[in-house]
């Protein structure tokens, strides 16, 4: 069974930083997208960047937002993504989701979640 799981949150000051790792294991043949998205309280959930391995090559695209701002970056061998978050903002406090469109062991191709981690910018 495919999961992902996330780590990094936490409470931090404007203006602080902040890394949130996500880790994919199962049955796993191949993933094609990971990404980040965030939940803000009483708003909707939000793509925030989103990273795709094609030609031997991963491409980065990020929500207007977070530009200049966050990173993402992966590690194809490890399955792991990472969400490098500087010059945080309270409007950043959100539950942060991984996301990954992978394609498990059989050959299916499905969209998988993680349960989120919880960052809050706050002095």
């Known amino acids: 069974q495919v999961q992902l799981v996330e780590s990094g949150g936490g409470l931090v000051q404007p203006g602080g930083s902040l890394r949130l790792s996500c880790a994919a294991s199962?049955?796993?043949?191949?993933?094609?997208?990971m990404g980040w998205y965030r939940h803000p309280p009483g708003k909707e959930r939000e793509l925030v960047a989103s990273?795709?391995?094609?030609?031997?090559?991963?491409?980065?695209n990020y929500a207007d937002s977070v530009k200049g701002r966050f990173t993402i970056s992966r590690d194809n061998f490890k399955k792991l993504v990472y969400l490098q978050m500087n010059s945080l903002k309270p409007e950043d406090t959100a539950v942060y989701y991984c996301?990954?469109?992978?394609?498990?062991?059989?050959?299916?191709?499905?969209?998988?979640w993680g349960k989120g981690t919880l960052v809050t910018v706050s002095s």
């Open positions: 990273i795709t391995f094609r030609d031997s090559t991963n491409y980065a």
């Open positions: 199962g049955s796993i043949s191949s993933i094609n997208v």
């Open positions: 996301n990954a469109l992978i394609e498990d062991s059989r050959g299916y191709r499905s969209t998988y």
